[in-house]
């Protein structure tokens, strides 16, 4: 049997020379190779032409030319190694019914080589999804896939970008069957330099209103109903919080604590509060919800302490003392990662006329707040320089939709 190998390549300036070579010694395994962007040189393989930057489009677009019941997924950023299909094949043939076989991982960063040896998910499916956050369990490249599995499942869905992947294997995973092929690594070259949470934070919410809460969480006891909910908010406002989507962990808190009030979720629902830059509101909530009483006057005297902080780095931008703050920039993060630092480094960027720079910082002041309007009026303005309004619009759609 052959198969078909998709390259997603979204990014048109990224080449893929690298991934081509690797395939040399696994062409007898090879029916057809598509590329779904444009060929810049003729390499004898077929070329789809796309030109959006949504994943999903390009992941659709080759499942529909792919003509071979599976289908192998690589990017631009990756290298196969010489025995991985020949492996993969093997594993078919003694789990025939297999949709997805995935390899672990080589992560190149810079001189650094990060080595993922992920697990077997083959019949352990429910772990898999109590994890909540399958993208660090899972590769989506060097994967191969059952062709069939996928069209059935409805394809690859756009509103999650480069998440596209695992919300297919999310939605679908009761009718999936994965198997690690546990000798196969696939290389990747690819470093992002910067990843957009939000998409994390989308899909996370997504799937958590999609399966009942109790088979989600289903080594919970839920003879407890009301501690039982509290912990599962918890843990899902804990995630968001990771994806610095605190607007969205912070509802979660509040569920939890309605179902059981507890001093853990108070603090982290506070917290919340904090890195959205709500002062007010997170030492009105330290004051009224039985924080205790030595925690609650050293929280209170954390946020006078930033507003101060904040307060000062305003008058030294305003004073044109900027080198000054970008000297102690590690220092300012370690003390107070939140939108409103997050925004204030944004402008700074702008005044220093990096624009692209400005705009990731304001994007990532936004994402931890989607409600301030101050910090989307400067994420607006640097969108519309840059002519990235829709991916603007797209953003906020995804954190409070």
């Given at each position: 049997m052959k198969v078909s190998v998709c390259?997603?390549?979204?990014?048109?300036?990224?080449r893929v020379d690298k991934t081509l070579n690797s395939l040399k010694?696994?062409?007898?395994?090879?029916?057809?190779?598509i590329l779904s962007s444009e060929v810049v040189e003729n390499t004898g393989i077929k070329s789809l032409d796309n030109g959006d930057e949504n994943e999903a489009v390009h992941r659709n677009a080759c499942l529909k030319a792919a003509k071979n019941p599976y289908i192998l997924w690589l990017s631009g950023g990756n290298e196969l190694e010489d025995d991985t299909l020949e492996e993969y094949l093997d594993i078919l043939d003694d789990f025939p019914g297999t949709d997805i076989i995935y390899?672990?991982?080589?992560?190149?960063e810079k001189d650094e080589e990060i080595v993922q040896n992920h697990t077997d998910w083959y019949d352990k499916k429910e772990a898999l999804i109590q994890s909540l956050s399958i993208e660090k369990y899972l590769p989506k490249w060097g994967v191969l896939t059952k062709k069939d599995s996928l069209e059935r499942a409805g394809g690859f869905e756009e509103r999650y970008g480069p998440l596209t992947f695992y919300a297919m294997v999310y939605k679908n995973l009761k009718n999936l069957s994965l198997k690690l092929s546990d000798l196969s690594f696939v290389n990747s070259y690819e470093s992002e330099t910067f990843i957009d949470t939000s998409y994390h934070s989308r899909l996370l919410r997504d799937i958590?209103?999609?399966?009942?809460?109790?088979?989600?969480?289903?080594?919970?006891?839920?003879?407890n109903e009301a501690l039982a909910r509290t912990v599962a908010y918890t843990m899902v406002g804990d995630r968001l919080a990771e994806y610095f989507d605190f607007?969205?962990?912070?509802?979660?808190?509040?569920?939890a604590l309605m179902?059981?009030?507890?001093?853990?979720?108070?603090?982290?629902?506070?917290?919340s509060y904090y890195k959205m830059g709500l002062f007010d509101e997170a030492a009105k909530m330290a004051r009224t919800q039985g924080m205790e009483t030595d925690e609650r006057q050293e929280f209170?005297?954390?946020i006078e302490t930033t507003k101060k902080l904040i307060e000062n780095i305003e008058n030294s931008v305003k004073e044109g003392r900027i080198a000054e703050i970008l000297g102690a920039a590690g220092e300012i993060f370690g003390f107070y990662e939140g939108a409103p630092m997050y925004n204030i480094f944004g402008v700074i960027e702008y005044l220093l006329k990096n624009p692209i720079q400005a705009y990731r910082y304001f994007y990532k002041a936004v994402t931890m707040n989607p409600v301030d309007n101050d910090i989307i009026n400067n994420l607006a303005d640097m969108a519309k320089q840059l002519n990235k309004e829709d991916e603007v619009l797209s953003l906020i759609n995804r954190i409070t939709k």
């Open positions: 390259i997603i390549n979204d990014r048109p300036d990224q010694q696994n062409t007898d395994f090879i029916d057809e190779i390899p672990n991982e080589v992560i190149m958590v209103k999609e399966f009942d809460t109790a088979e989600l969480f289903a080594s919970l006891d839920w003879k607007f969205n962990a912070s509802n979660f808190y509040r569920q179902s059981f009030h507890n001093q853990e979720t108070l603090r982290k629902l506070i917290d209170i005297n954390k």
